[in-house]
């Protein structure tokens, strides 16, 4: 006969209070565990309308650059080629902690161009991406890293050493890219 060994019901009750303990405490640790990786994760901007500010006043830069200043930027075409259609996502401001475009001297953002063209696609388009530094004060001044074997170490010396993760992550706005898409088949010859 086999005897079944029955705790008192103190002990039941303690031992069931410190299982519960220990599941809120585990609760408890892995939300705060869960904010500060979204915190680490998150950009360093404020209000979203400066993100927005930022995205919309780099893709003019974009946009409304030169020939000479498009070739400068990395993306090479002819005057008869089309129009440059751009999807800008900031990643980073100096000064750090800037709240209003007019405080921002420079914009650290992932960007996609596109060149209209006659009978070109979106798909098809002739296209250029990658981080970009964007100096706002002043004449706005456009940096791109050099492409090749160094690729890496380019985007981080373009880059302040806190943006660096977000620099080489590539460009992760869906929606930054949609909406430029649909001006590039409203523009395209």
Same mark, same amino acid.
């Given at each position: 006969?086999?005897?079944?060994?029955?705790?008192?019901?103190?002990?039941?009750?303690?031992?069931?209070?410190?299982?519960?303990?220990?599941?809120?405490?585990?609760?408890?640790?892995?939300?705060?565990?869960?904010?500060?990786?979204?915190?680490?994760?998150?950009?360093?901007?404020?209000?979203?309308?400066?993100?927005?500010? %930022?995205?919309?006043?780099?893709?003019?830069?974009?946009?409304?650059?030169? %020939?000479?200043?498009?070739?400068?930027?990395?993306?090479?075409?002819?005057?008869?080629?089309?129009?440059?259609?751009?999807?800008?996502?900031?990643?980073?401001?100096?000064?750090?902690?800037?709240?209003?475009?007019?405080?921002?001297?420079?914009?650290?953002?992932?960007?996609?161009?596109?060149?209209?063209?006659?009978?070109?696609?979106?798909?098809?388009?002739?296209?250029?991406?990658?981080?970009?530094?964007?100096?706002?004060?002043?004449?706005?001044?456009?940096?791109?890293?050099?492409?090749?074997?160094?690729?890496?170490?380019?985007?981080?010396?373009?880059?302040?050493?806190?943006?660096?993760?977000?620099?080489?992550?590539?460009?992760?706005?869906?929606?930054?890219?949609?909406?430029?898409?649909?001006?590039?088949?409203?523009?395209?010859?």
């Amino acid at each position: 006969m086999r005897r079944t060994l029955r705790l008192p019901y103190a002990w039941q009750v303690r031992t069931r209070a410190a299982a519960l303990v220990a599941a809120s405490a585990a609760v408890l640790v892995a939300v705060a565990v869960t904010v500060v990786a979204l915190a680490a994760n998150a950009d360093e901007f404020g209000p979203p309308e400066l993100k927005r500010a %930022l995205a919309l006043r780099v893709t003019q830069v974009l946009e409304q650059a030169t %020939l000479q200043e498009h070739r400068e930027h990395g993306h090479h075409f002819g005057e008869h080629d089309g129009q440059v259609v751009c999807a800008v996502a900031p990643f980073g401001v100096h000064p750090e902690g800037a709240v209003k475009v007019a405080e921002v001297k420079w914009v650290y953002a992932h960007h996609m161009c596109a060149v209209t063209g006659a009978r070109q696609s979106w798909a098809t388009s002739v296209r250029a991406a990658g981080p970009i530094a964007v100096r706002l004060a002043g004449r706005p001044t456009v940096r791109v890293p050099a492409s090749g074997g160094d690729y890496a170490d380019q985007v981080r010396a373009l880059v302040p050493e806190r943006c660096h993760e977000a620099a080489l992550s590539g460009f992760a706005d869906d929606e930054a890219i949609e909406e430029a898409r649909r001006r590039f088949d409203g523009r395209r010859g």
